[in-house]
């Protein structure tokens, strides 16, 4: 069996790493004219990172990144709404990782080049169609100076992003992506250590969120972590397309991202004006996702990643989800190894699982608890369970883990109030 996989993202690359070993053959195929370690910080919950560990990748990815020790929801006066242990501290047999994206993306890279060869990594073959037929999927690619190239293979793999080329031959008349009036600004600096210098922070609510966490440790400079920050605010009703195109790589405008912050966060550990004015580039990005399709699969073509179930980035699931579908996907096809049948029931397993997080995305995810808070006490409170009560906010943060997976992982829940 012979798979070619469209991207060379954190999705394709980790499809690529499963399905080889599975014993299958992979060929991957990505626009870019180099694989670079680009963007900021990410989150990798235990469900996704037990994947990459059963890969053998956990060595690499701690040296790294950051074994997540505990989330604290915070209001915007600092005071605490939530706060729970994550990954090994809260029984997980693995851990929460917080790390660089192209930290994370150069590991998976390493691997790829290492265990599968140079010659199956195929760069600046931007996707253009396909042909689906007599028991063959034939890709069609050109590079930037048009060049044409025609590959075939059992299966065709689309794991070409948020505005993937593969899911717009199936869903042609499905529009552009749909804008929720949020903008996200990401980035990273070296930052002085804050708690146990493996904690992460939420705080805001409805209006802005600022999230902060470290994602490396630099053993020269034991005081600082390189941090992460992040900024959501809605800037309009989301009516209209955003200001700009969706692009992760997207350079960010300070006054922009700190109008937000400014005045406004009072949380005592960190002033996010400041942490933003010392971060010499940063990224923005329009919050979009698409509306659930009926369908991933067909015939010898399926999807994966944010080509299948582009979300919101709440919650650490979207680069999370996508290793999830790279594993069932092998899964699969190790148990019945022909495309057709196992694409199928990759599309049964995953579809419905991920539309349920896409939802969920929208009303907040385990944010919404911030959300609650702030509307119901604005200008802070005197006892957070007056304002909402233990059980109600377990329920918010404690159900968005039931339902997108990872909660099922935990050996033995230790949650701290």
């Known amino acids: 069996m012979k798979l070619l996989i469209i991207g060379g993202g954190i999705g394709g690359l980790v499809t690529a790493l499963a399905l080889h070993r599975a014993g299958i053959d992979v060929d991957i195929f990505e626009q870019s004219q180099e694989l670079r370690e680009l963007g900021v910080g990410i989150n ?22 950051i074994r997540t020790r505990e ?53 600046d073959r931007h996707f ?3 042909k689906d ?39 042609s008349e499905e529009g552009p992506l749909l804008w929720s009036g949020i903008m996200l ?47 959501m605010a809605r800037i309009t009703d989301g009516a209209g397309p955003p200001p700009r195109r ?15 912050v400014e005045g406004s966060f009072h949380l005592g550990f960190v002033d996010p004006a400041r942490l933003i004015a010392a971060t010499s580039i940063f990224y923005e990005y329009p919050n979009c996702d698409r509306d659930p399709v009926a369908r991933w699969s067909y015939g010898r073509v399926t999807l994966l990643g944010d080509a299948a179930h582009p979300m919101y980035p709440v919650g650490s699931n979207g680069a999370s989800q996508a290793i999830l579908d790279a594993a069932a996907l092998a899964r ?14 990759y599309d049964a397993e995953r579809r419905p699982l991920t539309a349920d997080i896409v939802s969920a995305n929208r009303r907040g995810g385990p944010e919404g608890v911030i959300d609650m808070v702030e509307a119901r ?41």
Do not use: C
């Open 44 to 65: 990798l919950l235990p469900h996704a990172v037990k994947e990459l560990a059963a890969l053998g990748l956990l060595p690499a990815l701690d040296e790294a990144g």
């Open 71 to 123: 989330l604290i929801y915070l209001n915007r006066h600092g005071q605490v709404v939530w706060r729970e242990l994550r990954g090994l501290d809260a029984g997980y047999d693995v851990p929460q990782l917080s790390i660089h994206r192209g930290k994370l993306h150069g590991v998976l890279l390493k691997a790829v080049l290492e265990r599968i060869g140079p010659s199956r990594l195929h760069a």
């Open 128 to 130: 253009v169609d396909l």
């Open 133 to 171: 037929g007599q028991g063959k999927v034939t890709a069609f690619l050109e590079s930037r100076t048009g060049r044409r190239f025609e590959v075939v293979g059992d299966g065709l793999i689309g794991a070409d992003g948020i505005h993937s080329r593969v899911r717009s031959l199936f869903y």
């Open 185 to 231: 600004w990401r980035g990273a600096t070296a930052w002085p250590i804050y708690e146990d210098g493996r904690t992460m922070v939420i705080a805001g609510g409805n209006a802005a969120k600022f999230v902060f966490y470290p994602i490396h440790a630099d053993p020269a400079r034991p005081d600082q972590r390189l941090t992460n920050w992040a900024i």
């Open 246 to 260: 969706e692009d992760w790589n997207a350079v960010g405008r300070i006054e922009e991202a700190r109008a937000f």
């Open 332 to 345: 699969h096809l190790t148990a019945v190894p022909d495309v057709v049948p196992a694409f199928a029931a």
């Open 377 to 417: 006490a604005p200008d802070g409170f005197d006892d957070i369970d007056k304002v909402a009560s233990y059980a109600e906010r377990e329920a918010i943060v404690r159900g968005y883990a039931s339902m997108a997976g990872y909660a099922s992982e935990q050996v033995n829940r230790r949650t701290s109030r």
